[in-house]
């Protein structure tokens, strides 16, 4: 299975190792009144779809960075890969 | 007083060093890294004139050699410069970026080839999982290594470098002999 790195071409899904869903990259504020609740919802309640899923791999023998892989889990295509990074900036409207 | 005598990565007084026909594998002990990051919203630095390259990409120039690690991050390599603190020089040189001594973490085998080309090609494919055809001179790259994480820099032509970590030397010469022996037999 090779991975489109964004930066480095594709590379060898060995070279990644696998975290899961995209979704843990936003994280609810901890300090919130209903933190109990959002956190009850982010650690343990996840959709497992049968088809196309965001998830995160971290390119551990490579540069170490994290993507966000679209990949189908019914057949492992794999369907884009972005940085982590730049997913998470563009949810925050791109402030630094 | 104990008599203390420095030794290399693989444990030896002086570099180790062997022939595989076209193949001449050595133990660089005299190479000195740091590594190099910029920190957020800061400038690309041009640390002693040199500049840094890009995703994948190594660079020489002014005696010393760059490559890329990371988004911002970069291993600055001068050759014959182990003994010095380089990366207090590299520091002076880039003030604004954070630089961290990496010369005794890391262990450099550098492959040269007396046939040009094939050689170094028919090892890099034994050896990781990269498309040797598209990894020309001035390429690096961190790939794994008989599951160890090593840099892998084409030099040039017939020139490869393997950095991997120091305490792995053993084990990265064992796994760089084995590829180069077979190659010999084959």
Known sequence: ?96 | MTDLAPMTALGGSLARAQSFGALAIAENADLALASLAQRRGAAQPVPMGLALPGPGLWHAGNGMAAFWTGPGQWMIEAPGRAAEDFAGAVKQAAPECSVTEQTDAFVAFEIASSAGAAPILSLLAKLVNIDAAGFGPGSATRTGLEHMSVFVIRRAEDRLAVIGMRSAAGSIWHALESAAARLQGE
């Open chain 1, 1 to 96: 299975m090779l991975i489109p790195h964004p930066l480095l071409g594709l590379r060898d899904a060995q070279e990644f190792t696998y975290l899961g869903d995209a979704s843990l990259i936003h994280r609810p504020d901890g300090m919130a009144e209903n933190a109990a609740e959002t956190f009850f919802d982010y650690v343990y309640l996840r959709d497992n779809p049968a088809g196309v899923h965001r998830e995160l791999w971290f390119h551990e023998q490579g540069d170490r960075s994290w993507l966000v892989v679209t990949r189908d889990t019914t057949t492992h295509e794999i369907l884009g890969a972005e940085l982590a990074r730049d997913v998470a900036l563009a949810a925050k409207g791109g402030a630094q």
